[in-house]
């Protein structure tokens, strides 16, 4: 297991994180997800601890709170030391049935950040990451609300998820113009099977020293090799259960065809090639995992001994490369010369 920076942070975090979507399942959505209760999310854990892990996220929708309460209870009965695990969690997804129960104000912050702490049963949180963008509450008034759990010790660092450049780099402007703690990181969707944040996303993490955390690396299951094109539009199928996230379908089952190839000449998953694609990326720093049995965690960590060669990253690049689209394929045209000038010149020491 390896472990990386958190954006500009000093904070060290495994390569894999433990992701508790399906803890605490009864009814809905939720159950459809996962219904682990105390006893195996435990085992779960313990297990991703064993492995390295020492990373975990949640968030105050998540069975409606249940899955932290259960994240909470296991690094109790574990008695795991708190300073051995970076616990991530979440607000801004609806917690209650008042107006105020959802978005990034300053009032629903506030009470989020108590009400996640009391059901991790935790002083602190690491990382405190805003679950989507809010149109109606001002930056400025929830960059301020953030600071303030940062300042007071609630917080250690900052982060979001499922937001735009833009959003995160007007924030950072203002973070920097008032002198407030700053987004460290962004938690999103990334596979083979989208591509999408590579247009605008990646150059501002990378710009402004962002770390990137991935949610549904396996698109859903889609990449876990389970899936084929002959099933899809079959009664019961994935694309009939559960079709999220979206994808370009047709795409999707050529990059599949691929890692199928490449799985076969390691002796691994299609999982595992999925998850290990992701962990070559220069600007991942942490892939989420979640997973119901042992089994699929195990499958899951192996990933990370995964050392895909230069013609496989190539043939996967190149299967799964998004359609050109402005205004990408001009700066594609436009920055050619630069590049080459920029590789071949000398840099200071």
């Given amino acids: 297991m390896r472990y990386n920076k958190l954006g500009r942070t000093g904070l060290f975090v495994s390569e894999l994180c433990l992701g508790t979507m399906t803890f605490g399942g009864t009814d809905g959505i939720w159950k459809n997800i996962g219904d682990l209760q105390q006893g195996d999310a ?50 801004f997804s609806e917690t209650g049935k008042g107006p105020n129960a959802r978005g990034s104000s300053r009032f629903h912050i506030i009470d989020g950040v108590k009400a996640s702490l009391k059901r991790l049963q935790l002083d602190h949180v690491d990382l405190y ?59 999103a969707y990334y596979t083979l099977a989208g591509r999408d944040l590579e247009r605008e996303l990646v150059p501002a993490l990378q710009s402004e020293g ?36 979206p994808v370009n379908k047709d795409r999707a089952y050529d990059c599949i065809d691929v890692m199928r190839e490449i799985a076969e000449t390691h002796k691994v998953s299609v999982a595992q090639i999925a998850l290990a694609w992701l962990l070559h990326q220069p600007v991942v720093t942490s892939v989420i995992v979640g997973a119901k049995k042992i089994a699929q965690l195990d ?51």
């Fill in 42 to 91: 435990e085992r779960l854990v313990g297990r991703a601890l064993d492995a390295g892990i020492n990373f975990i996220d949640t968030a105050d929708v998540y069975s409606g709170g249940v899955s932290e309460e259960i994240t909470g209870q296991a690094l109790k009965n574990l008695k795991i030391p708190r300073d051995d695990v970076v616990v991530a969690t979440k607000v």
């Fill in 299 to 349: 499958d899951n960590i192996a990933a990370c001994d995964v050392s895909l060669s230069a013609e496989e990253l190539e043939k996967l690049g190149k299967v799964s490369a998004l359609p050109p689209e402005y205004p990408g394929w001009m700066f594609e045209r436009q920055g050619e010369y630069r590049r080459k000038q920029l590789a071949g010149a000398r840099h200071p020491v």
């Fill in 129 to 187: 990451q805003l679950h989507g963008f809010d149109p109606a509450t001002p930056i400025e008034e929830t960059l301020g609300a953030l600071d303030t759990l940062v300042k007071h010790g609630h917080v250690r660092y900052i982060g979001v998820s499922n937001w735009a450049a833009w959003q995160i780099v007007k924030a950072l402007g203002i973070s920097e113009r008032h002198g407030l703690a700053r987004f460290e990181s962004l938690q």
């Fill in 210 to 245: 962002l770390g990137l955390m991935v949610w549904s690396p396996l698109a859903g299951g889609l990449l876990s090799g389970k899936y084929s094109r002959e099933q899809e539009g079959e009664a019961g199928s994935r694309r009939t259960l559960f079709d999220f996230p």
